[in-house]
């Protein structure tokens, strides 16, 4: 036998999961190192997983990261595909792609961001300053507010040709 491995001074190393019964996980973690703190056999300890402490502060200092990284950005214009009388949607690829324009209209709508739409209703072409309300994807629908005029308005996707 290898007599470095036999001489451990009485020191014994363990990896164990410890499963303990409590309301949450806090006053579980309490729990434990009220066991391991009140053994006079415990040396040290490790706590290598089941912490789920500070994750609520972890989300929250991401999301603000997020929020100042996107209001330092230059503000972004972007089109929404409409469909084209003669062409495939495979021979022009769109600006951006559908579930990003729907992320900036939901982003939009939850910073109640000022926005100027372009819309193009059957030979009318509009430019309105409005404040998106509601963004109804199933229906490909939006609702605006049109802040000069104080009137709400609903456009299918397919009629808006910019946000900016």
Do not use: W
């Not at 997983?49 to 991401?62: A, V």
């Amino acid at each position: 036998m290898d007599k470095k491995l036999q001489h451990t001074d009485g020191n014994y190393l363990f990896n164990v999961d410890i499963l303990i019964n409590a309301r949450t996980n806090p006053l579980a973690l309490q729990y434990l190192l009220e066991i391991l703190n009140n053994s006079d056999k415990i040396a040290d300890f490790n706590i290598k997983s089941g912490l789920e402490l500070g994750r609520t502060i972890d989300t929250l200092l991401r999301s603000a990261k997020l929020a100042l990284n996107q209001e330092s950005a230059p503000p972004a214009s972007f089109t929404v595909p409409a469909k084209q009388a003669g062409k495939q949607p495979d021979q022009q690829p769109p600006r951006d792609s559908a579930p990003d324009i729907f992320g900036r209209i939901r982003q939009y709508i939850q910073n109640n961001q000022l926005v100027r739409l372009r819309t193009n209703r059957p030979g009318k072409q509009v430019s309105m300053p409005c404040r998106i309300l509601n963004f109804d994807e199933a229906a490909n629908s939006i609702s605006v507010y049109h802040v000069d005029e104080k009137q709400v308005y609903t456009f299918k996707l397919n009629e808006i040709d910019e946000f900016m």
